[in-house]
């Protein structure tokens, strides 16, 4: 239920960034940057990590869309359930683990991440950049997360697969060009 008085009770997150232009476009230039823009993780990567904070943080709404945009980038349809139920058997790739280990401490207890967090992922062969990118996308998503939820926003299954698909076609820069 949507706690803004002046917009409908089913209102979306579109919706959102409709009645506050102001704040949305440049929020949607920068998950435009991050999340399709030149890094050196792939885009399924970046979805993955998404749907992955925004599982961790219980978020029904970003979950529900991200892992459906993962999976339309090529991540596995149970990929994201196993790797949250244990990420060490899940189906993923071995230079993944780390990554998601950090997103996951960084998103549940961000004070206790350390040097050796960090160093797991660069170990694991990604650039200074990748860890970079994974420490953005997770606090973006955390962000995204909290202002879904503190907003009230919610969704059907119907609209959630269909601002996946509208996300996977357009990205998020299509999204802008919708305000």
């Known amino acids: 239920m949507m706690y803004l008085p002046s917009l409908a009770e089913n209102a979306t997150l579109l919706d959102v960034f409709r009645a506050y232009p ?33 599982a961790l943080n219980a978020c029904g709404y970003c979950h529900g869309i991200h892992s459906k945009v993962a999976e339309s980038f090529g991540v596995g349809q149970d990929t994201l359930a196993a ?27 961000p004070s206790r991440i350390t040097p050796e967090d960090a160093s797991a992922v660069l170990e694991a062969g990604w650039a200074e950049r990748a860890l970079h990118d994974v420490v953005a996308v997770c606090a973006l998503f955390n ?28 990205g998020y820069a299509g999204l802008k060009d919708m305000l």
């Not at 476009?25 to 970046?46: C, N």
């Not at 990420?87 to 996951?104: G, N, Q």
């Not at 939820?149 to 509208?166: C, E, F, I, K, N």
């Open 22 to 54: 102001d704040t949305a476009r440049p929020l949607l230039d920068y998950h435009q940057a991050l999340m399709r823009g030149p890094s050196p993780l792939e885009v399924a990567e970046r979805e993955l990590i998404a749907a992955y904070v925004s």
């Open 83 to 109: 790797a949250l139920d244990d990420l060490e058997t899940a189906p993923v790739a071995e230079k993944m683990r780390p990554v998601l280990r950090y997103a996951r401490k960084l998103t549940l207890t």
């Open 143 to 170: 962000f995204a997360n909290r202002f879904v939820d503190g907003l009230g926003v919610t969704a059907g299954p119907d609209y959630l697969a269909m601002s996946a698909q509208r996300l996977t076609s357009i």
